[in-house]
């Protein structure tokens, strides 16, 4: 079974993985037809580079998308969508969810990486939301499930959907991260694109009832009961223990809701624990039960797995928090620059434990940093995106960057991590990612000490 991401696991990325003659097909066709155009295409991993050439082109060029009037501009329009559920364009295809062919799956324990490169602003689209199932997932009748609240409380309580709707909600952005992404860098660098080294990794907008409420309402003894037991109704007995502490500030949710309408299915429909800032296992699925508890309970999610191998041997436990950390998706490993000349540098930044105050981003591998541009707006323990403007000389180049949080922790290199951490880990890898773009534009994934 899959211990979410086990280096030792890790095999060589097929040849075939990332279609680089189909990339380097596409950008040459693109540069044949089209010379001057000033933005590559950032479209996937899987690269339909051609499709993305928007080009700024001179007029007069002949250009037949300008001179010849298109079949939508003369014709009728499709009707509108009556009835369903919207889509997105037919263009966008390659824009999915994928497994990791670097990585050994089962059916069930698996992981689906959300499209980084592809995205845009904060918001992750739910339906490209990563997916982490330790025993796959359910779609439950919300009339059939149920959350429990028992331990050191009052009176144990059974809330059902339609009472849980009833109660006063709040809404909030939040990222999720898996303790375990970037796992593989650890090892080795097997995998070429930001999707499988960062991509599990999303961000919603959450809606839901904070649990500190619902604790209230069962009389919880919040003097001695300092720890909680969540609990997922699927069959991996998903089990976490979550720190009074942090519910207490009001910022865990009980959450329903996501991107403004019902959790999807993957993401623990109808009802998941949002653990605002801490790894995703934590951000238990099919939430059926919470107990509460006066002290850890050392599930084997939290004493076999999701503890850190240090360098002396030992195990760090209860290491829950996600660090600063941040990554370039524009450009990013299997894109492929057409052109020298200007880009904008983009990417994402984050950190569990408040706001990202700072981006700094490097194209030569770390000698020189400059400050980037922050996205408002930025909300604690959510994704911000920044920007960089970037002159290309064509030359080989090295981008990173490097993100800093409110409390002043600064996102560590490889070197500094290491120092501490060792090299057996397979979570909170959270160190700065380096992109190599080559002189023939194309985009790779290494390692800078
Ligand atoms: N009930 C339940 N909750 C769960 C899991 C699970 O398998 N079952 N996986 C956990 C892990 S390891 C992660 S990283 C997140 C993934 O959430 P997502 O699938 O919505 O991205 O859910 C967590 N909660
Ligand atoms: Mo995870």
Redesign the pocket.
């Known amino acids: 079974m899959l211990d979410?991401m086990n280096p030792g696991r890790v095999q060589k990325a097929p040849e075939n993985f990332l279609d680089r003659e189909g990339i380097h097909r596409a950008a040459r066709e693109a540069r044949e037809g089209r010379r001057d155009f000033i933005r590559a295409a950032f479209a996937s991993a899987a690269a339909a580079v051609g499709g993305a050439a928007l080009a700024a082109q001179p007029a007069g060029k002949g250009d037949p998308a300008i001179l010849e009037l298109p079949e939508h501009s003369r014709g009728l329009g499709q009707p509108v969508a009556l009835e369903g559920y919207g889509k997105p364009s037919k263009h966008e295809a390659n824009v999915q969810r994928r497994r990791s062919p670097g990585l050994t799956q089962t059916t069930q324990a698996s992981v689906s990486f959300a499209p980084l490169q592809s995205l845009f602003g904060i918001v992750t689209p739910s339906g490209l939301?990563?997916?982490?199932?330790?025993?796959g997932w359910w779609d439950i009748d919300p009339s059939r499930h149920r959350l429990m609240i028992n331990g050191m409380v009052k009176a144990s309580k059974v809330f059902t959907m339609d009472e849980l709707m009833r109660l006063p909600s709040v809404s909030r952005f939040h990222f999720?991260e898996?303790?375990a992404n970037t796992g593989m860098e650890w090892g080795n660098v097997a995998v070429p694109t930001c999707q499988y080294t960062h991509g599990?990794l999303?961000c919603s907008e959450f809606t839901g009832v904070p649990l500190v409420t619902l604790l209230e309402m069962a009389g919880a003894d919040f003097k001695k009961g300092r720890f909680l037991l969540a609990e997922?109704?699927?069959g991996?007995s998903?089990t976490r223990t979550i720190p009074m502490s942090l519910v207490e500030s009001g910022e865990v949710l009980v959450a329903y809701g996501q991107n403004g309408e019902m959790l999807r299915p993957?993401?623990?429909y109808p009802l998941r624990l949002v653990v605002p800032g801490v790894?995703?296992?934590s951000?238990?699925?099919?939430l059926r039960r919470i107990e509460v508890g006066d002290q850890p309970y050392g599930t084997k999610d939290e004493s076999v797995h999701y503890v850190d191998l240090l360098p002396d041997g030992t195990h760090r436990q209860y290491t829950s928090i996600q660090e600063c950390k941040s990554v370039v998706t524009t450009p990013s490993g299997g894109q492929m620059l057409l052109d020298k000349g200007f880009y904008s540098i983009s990417g994402l930044a984050w950190s569990g434990r408040g706001k990202v105050t700072r981006v700094d981003v490097s194209v030569d591998g770390g000698r020189n940093w400059r400050e980037a541009r922050l996205q408002g707006p930025v909300m604690s323990k959510c994704l911000t995106r920044f920007s960089l403007d970037w002159d290309w000389d064509g030359k080989p180049a090295l981008v990173q960057s490097r993100a800093t949080d409110e409390t002043g922790y600064v996102q560590p290199s490889y070197r500094e991590l290491r120092a501490v951490r060792g090299t057996r880990s397979i979570y909170h890898n959270n160190a700065i990612q380096s992109w190599m773009v080559e002189e023939s534009g194309e985009v790779k994934n290494v390692q800078l000490g």
Do not use: L, N, P
């Open positions: 979410d939301h990563f997916e982490r199932h330790h025993q999720i898996c303790g599990m999303s997922g109704a699927d991996s998903m993957e993401q623990g790894q995703g296992v951000w238990v699925k099919y």
